[in-house]
């Protein structure tokens, strides 16, 4: 499939996905443990992560611009990297979205879907792992239905949570910023799908 050197595009894939397990983390950490004067001093903890990830991923396009002959083509390689990359910057999206409406504490529906979260981005990283051998790995396929699964749970978890925030909640300002939490803590799952979907179209292309 790919000569030595070329595994580094799947190792790059991987590093970009440890960035979105580490902000996942600090995510649920934050969550978890949330301080309301510590907001601002998370987020750019945050936004480093993120940075990073931006950083690996722009040494990775730069490597690209100057290869001949790659694993796979050239725009699944760009697919793959941006599809991991949004991951991370949805979840950073999540913590700017609880600064910008002003979220003074947490809602327990909340803390469900990033513990979601956390176990997507964990399943894919594993999936990412295995997909220099896609043609051979079992696990990948596992990883697939799994992220799958994961996500189809935060839809769960969203409709649940919004139909709480608008049925409980009285404080208008308050259901305003929770909507927009709950949206981004779910679209944090659909990217990771995202990301299971360029892994099946890669498998499909080239199987």
Known sequence: MARKNDVNYFNTFVELAEY????????????????????????????EIEHAGDEARHIMIRKLAKE??????REDIMAMADSIDNVTDTIEDVLLRMYMFNITSVRDYALKMTEVVVKCCNAMKIALSEFYNFRKSQK??????????????????????????????????????????YHYLERCCDACEDVSNVIENVVMKNS
């Open 140 to 181: 990948l396929h596992e990883m697939l239905v799994e992220i799958n699964y994961l996500e189809e749970e935060g839809d769960r978890l969203f409709v649940e949570a919004t139909r709480d925030l608008y049925v409980n909640c009285k404080d208008s300002m308050e259901v305003i910023g929770w909507d927009q939490v």
């Open 20 to 47: 979105s397990c580490r902000a996942a983390e600090l995510l649920n950490k934050i969550l978890n443990n949330f301080k309301e004067d510590e907001l601002q001093e998370k987020m750019k903890e945050m936004h």
């Open 68 to 73: 001949f002959i790659t694993p796979i083509e």
